[in-house]
């Protein structure tokens, strides 16, 4: 990596600050695996913890969406399940299904099992993370994430993914002992995560909470938002930029701009106007077009960025990029032409204009 000392701030770390810039950031989550074929050649079968653990194979997986699309953040090839993965509690990822417990989490006693972790445990995303900082260029950050405790702690109550939530949220309700002792334990398990993340060259780190929208705000305030906020707290003297996201946050986005990060991310559902309106303007929005345009055809398609451009209006504080994470069934093509149109069309100059910039 080569970093200049007097080299401008790359765009995405421009915005996460909230200084305006000549380019309006890009990436998308999830934009390496399934929606790419060359992702195919190297993944390997069984479970994607396997390739994930393999820093060679995590390394050129991460890459592989940077290499085809002139996009502004690589995220690390990993899982938000990962550290609990490395625990030993027993979870894996099952094919086609997802995050699975063959003994899921019910009571005092599985505390036992989510002993705490640290870099030994994480060996392999020691050299992943590094392999990546030597390869990426200096404008192009890699951001590191951890998932955050609720989602967290719903794959390992539910045992399984859910719709309803039913489990996580009685054992919340009912035993919110157990509940907070849960949440804590994988509060530092993203802690651990992160900083191993950050201490080997991520300069940015994204805490999902992709299930989160399934609370009342007053839940949201009382159960999960103290064990986020200690998450990005932790953080804060690490000096890179926190991204808190989830989807259906309408009704949560000011108290996840609460928990503590520089930029929230918004799914399709609200346009960007009005979560600005909702978090005051005191952090950066990343968002939000809809992943299910992305096999849509491209007229179909740009009016769409063109709205989400639009309703952010010109402000520099504006990562673009989807509301949830890319399917499998996304056209790359279209990736890269939304990429294009937001460098060509976006402006973040700070002064509210949204006239195209080239
Ligand atoms: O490119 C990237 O964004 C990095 C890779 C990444 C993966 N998981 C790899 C993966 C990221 C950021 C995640 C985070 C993650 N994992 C979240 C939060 C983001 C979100 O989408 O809300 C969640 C909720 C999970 C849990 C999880 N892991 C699910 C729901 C699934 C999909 C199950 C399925 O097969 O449909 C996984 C598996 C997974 N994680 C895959 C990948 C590439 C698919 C694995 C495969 O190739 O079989």
Redesign the pocket.
């Known amino acids: 990596m080569s970093t200049p000392l007097e080299s401008p701030l790359p765009p995405l770390l421009r915005a996460a600050a909230g200084l305006p810039g000549d380019r309006v950031p890009v990436w998308f989550?999830?934009?390496?695996?399934?929606s790419l074929p060359e992702y195919f050649e190297v993944?390997g079968e069984g479970s994607?913890l396997q390739a994930i653990s393999d820093a060679e194979r995590a390394t050129e997986i991460t890459m592989q969406?940077v290499r085809r699309y002139d996009i502004d953040a690589a995220?690390?090839?990993?899982?938000?399940?990962t550290p609990v993965w490395v625990s030993g509690f027993g979870i894996d990822?099952t094919?086609?299904?997802?995050?699975t417990c063959d003994r899921p989490f019910t009571s005092a006693a599985d505390l036992e099992r989510l002993r705490p972790i640290d870099d030994d445990d994480l060996g392999f995303q020691t050299d992943t993370v590094r392999a990546l900082v030597d390869q990426l260029p200096h404008e192009v950050p890699l951001i590191g994430?951890a998932?955050a405790p609720y989602?967290l702690a719903a794959?390992l109550v539910e045992g399984r993914?859910s719709k309803d939530y039913a489990k996580v949220k009685a054992m919340m309700f009912a035993e919110p002992e157990l509940w907070h002792a849960l949440a804590d334990r994988l509060a530092d398990y993203a802690i651990a995560t992160l900083r191993n993340q950050v201490a080997n060259g991520a300069r940015a780190v994204q805490l999902?909470d992709?299930?989160v929208g399934g609370l009342r705000p007053e839940h949201y305030r009382e159960f999960v938002q103290p064990h986020s906020a200690k998450v990005l707290a932790a953080m804060a003297e690490l000096d890179v930029p926190r991204f808190h996201f989830g989807?259906n946050t309408g009704e949560l986005l000011a108290d996840m701009a609460d928990a503590g990060a520089e930029v929230v991310g918004v799914d399709w559902r609200t346009p960007l106007s009005v979560a600005r309106e909702r978090t005051g303007g005191r952090v950066g929005l990343q968002g939000n077009l809809d992943p299910a345009l992305l096999s849509a055809p491209w007229e179909v398609v740009e009016p769409e960025v063109r709205r989400v451009l639009d309703d952010n209006g010109g402000h520099p504080g504006h990562v673009f990029n989807l509301g949830?994470?890319v399917t499998p069934s996304a056209n790359p093509e279209t990736i890269a032409r939304i990429a294009e149109y937001v460098h060509t069309h976006g402006t973040a100059m700070g002064d509210g204009s949204t006239g195209a910039a080239g």
């Open positions: 989550m999830r934009q390496a695996g399934r993944r994607i969406p995220i690390l090839f990993s899982d938000i399940v990822i094919p086609g299904v997802g995050p994430f998932g989602t794959y993914p999902f992709s299930w989807i949830h994470g």
